[in-house]
């Protein structure tokens, strides 16, 4: 497939150029664009057979639902029923911004778009070129993460194009992206809302607004990820080709172990590579990459770092923990899934 690549710039947007691709949208196509959180894979989301290319496009299973991305927050009433209160309220709190919520569908969202479910997943992005998009074409446009099933989430225009090129009608690339993690996405069809995916917003963010909010339990477990309420944590994912160990402890012992084991996969020809907060990125051996000097410099730079690290042919990556009650959940969330759940406790 030829794929119209387009760079846009957030501060000066080319309408003529971002026409191209909302009449892509339009004609039940699939197009590639940034959001604050990774870039996502959009099609029509009412028009099933657009939402069956994003499947294709992405080799995803078809039992995965997907999020429906709006510009203005009454558009909610366009897709959804029976709507709780709380999800009003924090809709009026964090949108746009990197919070989905789930509600009771209703007949025009086709069950193509939502794996089957009675639910739909709704967000609106805060990102100029993402929203101006969604105006233009005016349509509820699905989008799940750019990357091939499985695969990290891209946060980059490089990485997007590199995996994409030839598989979707079209790319914008925009600037990089400001969270680098997907949205929380909570379920409001139930009394007291869950969060299904952490995020970038955290339980306590939300709990400021509206009070309890509980967490899937199989989040907190990994034994229980089979039963993950959303379809997508069930899978493999975030994987990059390397083999990824989380190793936890004290910080010095978490550096002695991960120089001694690089030391053995250079004598058994692998190559190693570190991922670490700024400040012990000079301690470590190997490919280090620093991820920030703070939990949400981490979680803005993850993906990307997983990424050049497949790009650099890295065999075995070693993460250091990034531990907290906020936004260290979400990391560590996608770092156990990169990981298959495999953590070297020192
Ligand atoms: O930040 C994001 O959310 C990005 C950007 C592009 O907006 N999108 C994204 O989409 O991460 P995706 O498809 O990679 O992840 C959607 C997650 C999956 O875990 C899926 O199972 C869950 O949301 N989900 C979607 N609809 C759902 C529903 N009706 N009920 C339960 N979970 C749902
Ligand atoms: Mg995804």
Redesign the pocket.
Known sequence: MQTIISKIDSNDIDKNELKKHSELLKNGETVIFP????????ANALDENAVKKIYEAKG?PSD????V?IHNKDLIYDLSKDIDDKAKKVIDKFWPG?L?V?LK?NDKVPKTT??G?????I?M?KNDI?LELLRECNLPIA?????ISGKP?PTNGKHVVDSMNGRVAGIIIGDDCD?G???T?V?FTEEIPMI??P?SITKKDLENVIGKVEIDPSLLNHEDNKK??????KYKHYSPDAEVFIVSGKNDDVIEKINSLIDENDKNGLKSGVLCLEKNKKKYKGKVISLGENFKEVGRNLFNSLITMDNEKINVVYSEEFLDDEVGMAIMNRLLKSSGYKVIRV
């Not at 959180?37 to 959009?42: E, I, R, W």
């Not at 995965?64 to 999020?67: A, E, R, Y």
């Not at 989008?143 to 990357?147: L, Q, T, Y």
């Open positions: 959001t604050e959180t990774v870039y996502g894979l959009g995803r995965n639902p997907l999020i991305h990197p989905t789930i569908k939502t794996g479910l009675d639910t739909v997943a967000r992005p993402a989008a799940p993460s750019a990357n989430s969270y993690l997907e949205s996405v379920d299904l995916r995020g993950a309420k959303a379809p997508g944590m």
